[in-house]
């Protein structure tokens, strides 16, 4: 049996991050040049990924081990250090070798959220963080030493201004600045203790109105500091003239200039000179005298919120004449070469050597990575080429080479924000599919616009999707409803020409739509196409009777689930199923629910659920399952994401083992699209809000099952206690219970115990440990281990042993309990006061015996018996009104009513999911 070592390594080569499209913008200085001679690279961070982006070789050196998104991060002055922190639960500080591309070391940290802003000292020794709960506080760490997962320093900011940005003095690490949007404070520890002076700051001190601080800085090899702000201007800090005894910190304002017409966006120094980058786009240098030295005004990037040059070379140093001003050498603008980034979601390399010429293409920069600056809600992959759309609410569908990482064309939509889009399997065209309802189709190769659809009402386009022969294009919209576009005939007419045209629409779902699928009909090549959403319906559509004049039509509806709410929805003719297990029926639907269950239904009008099986129970319910297609030397395979976070593989067949899936955190929030390569090889996940898009490389082989141990001891894994614990013994003495039963409590002939049991025992075995299952999920489970059996329903008795039980009560039963939750919302669905939560007690017992799976008076009493005693026979000894609270305590027994309100409700409590891969 491997080691778990060996098992997490090889679940790790699942899902392997191979190139990270996007750039985190929100967040300032926290791109950084390493180039220092000898390499040309640039370190910036993505979602919760860290890149060492190698620009000669076009490769990322992606480092991965934070939870939430990263959003600071400081690097030393001899490029090898970084440290990165992320903000959220769990909030963590690493320290990474960008030399050796690994972490030296992780720092968890105690405030709630993790940190605003930090620094690092030029020789790295220490670590400066502004934490992001309030009351604030401003923390130094000295992460080399034995205590280094422990502030060495820390002091709250009596300021009442949140601070934004914190640098230490590349002169003395025990100097530091911060600043908020009102107060600039001024910090030492040089005594052995953080020290502060915020100097007052009024309109009559500067002469003049000063808006909000942006950022501050040390002007090095000066006692000077500066402080950008929003109007524009920088403020110069100088030490305070005294005769008296003054201390490093105490500062005054020397002067107020203005450098840029709008605001001051990013400040750093470099050498002798103040560096300014403002929202105009435009990097300017000043020396400290805030006398302009040069200004780089072509870069067309947007606003500027990183600045960071070339390691400086020793010449480069600044020097200063005895009366502290630089000595520079001649007239010439001298600087390392510099890379920027925007909030555009760009990183410019500039070179400094081109303010000197008249040529603008060097102005301008070189574009070295372009990502997108709002939201990125959909992902799709072209069918035959290594092509992949990316599209969201910067309103620009980016077209990426993925093998050559380049972008090959640019579309952008003004004022339309992209929420869907897909490519026709032949791909020919493009859909997209926007907020305001908006459908246009696009030309695949090109991406010039065809045809654009407005729709009558204005609701987002949440789900689409074309038919096997592209001959139709369905959409759905979050108010429920299902359009139908059809490449044919203008107006239907003969003499017109052949183009996409709109059917028409129906409002099939009283709640948003989860899945939009087409499929063929049985032996054939005539489209179908289905629908599913939370009200619980699978809806099929009449496409060979759809015509302009009457619209989409319904060809039948079900209900397919009595409390599970479908979350995502697959129809595949893959075998999806082991094929002795399989229905008649060639393909099948996939239906993913919020109880973490994958349901399995027959493609013909019975809608039979065929077989359950228990999902991936991490990151929250599946919303997307795709197929992967398969591949000769790869096992075949589904992958899937939740709503937020996580994404994985499911080997196929689908049979509820615990091993056959794995999931990992593939971006820090929600997980807005996935798709796969057109070969099988790669997954692509959209991030949304983190801007993110990920390719991973796909390896199901790595997938193991097999761990030399019984296949049942998988599922036991996952019960409470395991092997050994309570539970499972409970469960062998009732399954040993169940044979002496089925041959006869009270039998005098010699019993014979085979290890099987009939399966008409299987309903009350379940109950008898704790699952209830209604009438309904006993007769999909009776389908389904019939068909298992290659038997019809009822023409014999069925036995089954321990193992395939184990495996039908995992599958099954609920993941989680009941609990209060679920309780008070059974009592507010069948009418209970909303605010005090009673119901009468003759309505609630009317509706049990009437509704749903209706219970007949003998059967009510007979429960009334077993719960409160053979002295209870009738609901007229009950209390007039009841409560959730009561009918749990009183009647059901529950104990922990009130400490069960909980439980289960959030998944990945339970399950432990690191930032790479969990099985």
């Known amino acids: 049996m491997p080691d778990d070592g060996q098992e997490q390594d090889g679940v790790q080569q699942c899902l392997s991050l191979q190139w990270a ?18 390499r040309k690279r640039v370190f910036y961070c993505i979602g919760h990924t860290a890149v060492v982006y190698d620009v000669d070789e076009h490769r990322q050196r992606l480092l991965q081990g934070h939870r939430n998104p990263i959003v600071s991060s400081a690097c030393a002055k001899d490029r090898r250090f970084v440290v990165t ?17 690994l972490p030296i070391k992780h720092i968890p940290l105690r405030e709630d959220e993790g940190v605003l802003a930090m620094d690092m000292t030029p020789d790295a020794m220490y670590v400066a963080t502004l934490s992001k709960d309030e009351p604030q506080t401003l923390s130094i760490w000295e992460w080399t030493s034995e205590t280094g997962d422990r502030p060495k320093l820390s002091c709250g900011v009596a300021a009442h201004d949140l601070q934004t940005c914190v640098r230490f003095s ?33 309109s009559r001190d500067f002469k003049q109105q000063v808006g909000n601080f942006t950022q501050s800085v040390y002007v090095p090899g000066t006692s000077l500091a500066a402080s950008g702000t929003v109007d524009g201007d920088v403020v110069m800090w100088g030490n305070v003239s005294s005769e008296k005894k003054t201390k490093a910190t105490d500062k005054i304002v020397l002067k107020v200039v203005r450098v840029h017409s709008t605001g001051v966006t990013f400040l750093t120094a470099i050498g002798s000179m103040l560096v300014t980058g403002g929202v105009e786009g435009y990097v300017r240098f000043f020396d400290h005298q805030l006398r302009t030295l040069a200004w780089f005004e072509e870069l067309n990037g947007g606003p500027i919120i990183s600045i960071s040059f070339d390691k400086e070379p020793a010449t480069q140093q600044p020097q200063f004449t005895d009366s502290g001003e630089a000595a520079f050498s001649g007239q010439d603008f001298n600087a390392p070469d510099f890379v920027v980034s925007t909030a555009n979601a760009m990183i410019i390399d500039a070179q400094s050597g081109s303010f000197n010429t008249a040529n603008p293409e060097l102005q301008r920069g070189r574009l070295l990575v372009q990502g997108q600056d709002q939201p990125i809600m959909a992902v799709a992959a072209h069918p035959h080429l290594p092509r992949v759309a990316i599209a969201g609410y910067s309103g620009n569908l980016h077209l990426w080479e993925y093998t050559t990482r380049k972008v090959l064309l640019l579309s952008i939509f003004k004022n339309l924000l992209a929420h869907c889009l897909v490519f026709d399997p032949k791909a020919t065209y493009i859909a997209v599919g926007f907020t305001n309802g908006v459908v246009k189709i696009l030309d695949g190769s090109t991406l010039e616009e065809l045809q654009s659809f407005r729709p009558k009402t204005p609701d987002c386009v949440t789900e689409m999707v074309f038919s096997h022969d592209s001959q139709y294009l369905a959409v759905a919209d979050a108010e429920g409803c299902v359009g139908l576009y059809r490449y044919t005939h203008r107006a239907q007419d003969p003499r017109k020409p052949i183009e996409w045209v709109y059917m028409g629409r129906h409002r099939s779902h009283r709640a948003p739509v989860t899945g939009l699928q087409f499929g063929v009909v049985p032996y054939g090549d005539t489209a179908r196409l289905m629908s599913v959403g939370e009200d619980k319906r699978l809806i099929e559509y009449n496409l060979v009777d759809t015509e302009i004049e009457n619209g989409l039509r319904i060809k039948s509806a079900h209900k397919i689930t009595q409390g599970a709410v479908p979350t995502g929805f697959l129809w595949s003719n893959t075998f999806l199923v082991d094929p002795d297990e399989r229905a008649e029926s060639t393909d099948a639907l996939a239906i993913a629910t919020n109880e973490y269950k994958l349901k399995l239904f027959s493609t013909d009008v019975s809608r039979q659920c065929t077989k359950t099986v228990l999902g991936p129970t991490y990151g929250g319910p599946l919303n997307h399952v795709l197929v992967v297609p398969p591949r000769g030397d790869q096992h075949p395979c589904l992958v899937y994401s939740t709503h937020e976070k996580v994404v994985g593989l499911m080997r196929l067949p689908l049979t509820g083992n615990p091993r056959s899936a794995m999931g990992l955190l593939a971006h820090p929030l929600e997980v807005s699209s996935i798709a796969v390569s057109y070969d099988g090889k790669y997954l692509f996940t959209a991030g949304g809000r983190d801007c993110c898009v990920n390719q991973w490389a796909i390896d199901s082989e790595s997938l193991k099952i097999d761990d030399d141990r019984p296949v049942v001891d998988h599922y036991i894994d996952i019960i409470e206690g395991g092997k050994d614990g309570e539970f499972m013994k409970e469960i062998i003495d009732y399954f040993y219970y169940a044979q002496i039963r089925s041959q006869g409590e009270e039998t005098t002939a010699k019993r014979t115990i085979e290890g099987t049991i009939p399966f008409t025992q299987v309903p009350n075995l379940m109950r008898a440990l704790g699952y209830y299952p209604s009438e309904k999920e006993i007769q999909n489970m009776t389908f389904e281990i019939y068909t298992k059996h290659g038997k019809l329903v009822g023409t014999e008795e069925i036995y089954i042993d321990f193992d395939t039980f184990v495996q039908l009560y995992v599958n099954h039963r609920p993941v989680f309990g009941i609990n209060k939750k679920n309780i008070e919302s059974a009592f507010a669905a069948i009418g209970a006061d909303p605010i005090s939560g009673v119901i009468d007690r003759d309505v609630l017992f009317g509706l049990l015996k009437t509704k749903s799976e209706s219970l007949h008076q003998l059967e009510v009493e007979s429960c009334l018996k077993s719960l409160l005693g053979d002295d209870v026979v009738s609901v007229d000894l009950l209390e007039d009104k009841i409560t959730a609270k009561a009918f749990a305590e009183t009647l059901l027994g529950f104990e922990d009513y009130e400490t069960a309100a909980g439980d289960g409700e959030e998944v990945e409590e339970e399950e432990d999911l690191e930032d790479e891969d969990t099985t």
Do not use: Q
């Open 21 to 38: 499209f996007g750039l985190n913008k929100d967040f300032k200085g926290v791109v950084h040049n390493l180039t220092d001679g000898t």
């Open 170 to 202: 590349t002169d003395d690490n025990h100097m530091l600045i911060t600043n908020g949007e009102k107060r600039v404070v001024f910090w030492s520890w040089e005594e052995g203790d953080l020290k502060y002076y915020s100097p007052p700051i009024s």
């Open 85 to 101: 922190c992320d903000a959220g639960a769990d909030a963590l500080m690493i320290i990474w070798d960008t030399f050796k591309f």
